[in-house]
Nanobody, 119 residues
Framework: VQLQESGPGLVNPSQTLSLTCTVS??????????WNWIRQPPGKGLEWIGYINYSGNTYYSPSLKSRTFISRDTANNQFSLHLSSVTPEDTGVYYC????????????WGQGTQVTVSY
């Protein structure tokens, strides 16, 4: 399984950050997997943003829930993150990752993509 993030590297403050994760080698509709977005601000640890699962159900971090929307495109085996009203504090490396219901671990990750929020 391979995951690849794509999207703009620079977003203006107050705009919406949109990223897409393209999955190959496995279907995002496969049972027992959930598809996550995780970020790492500069100099800080990993922060979980949310996921969409194999049924299309979503769950978001309470701290980001009001600004987050995760969607999927099953025809193209992709899922996307939309984070609205961004500020410079949303700057960081954004990762997509596959979670496993059985093990509770993230078995596969994308390489990450740098997003900077600035004018």
């Amino acid at each position: 399984v391979q995951l690849q993030e794509s999207g703009p590297g620079l977003v203006n403050p107050s705009q919406t950050l949109s990223l897409t994760c393209t999955v190959s080698g496995g279907s995002i509709r496969s049972n027992y997997y959930y598809w996550n977005w995780i970020r790492q601000p500069p100099g800080k640890g990993l922060e979980w943003i949310g996921y969409i699962n194999y049924s299309g159900n979503t769950y978001y971090s309470p701290s980001l829930k009001s600004r987050t929307f995760i969607s999927r495109d099953t025809a193209n085996n992709q899922f996307s993150l939309h984070l609205s009203s961004v500020t410079p504090e949303d700057t960081g490396v954004y990762y997509c990752a596959r979670g496993d219901d059985y093990s509770g671990t993230y078995g596969y990750w994308g390489q990450g993509t740098q997003v900077t929020v600035s004018y």
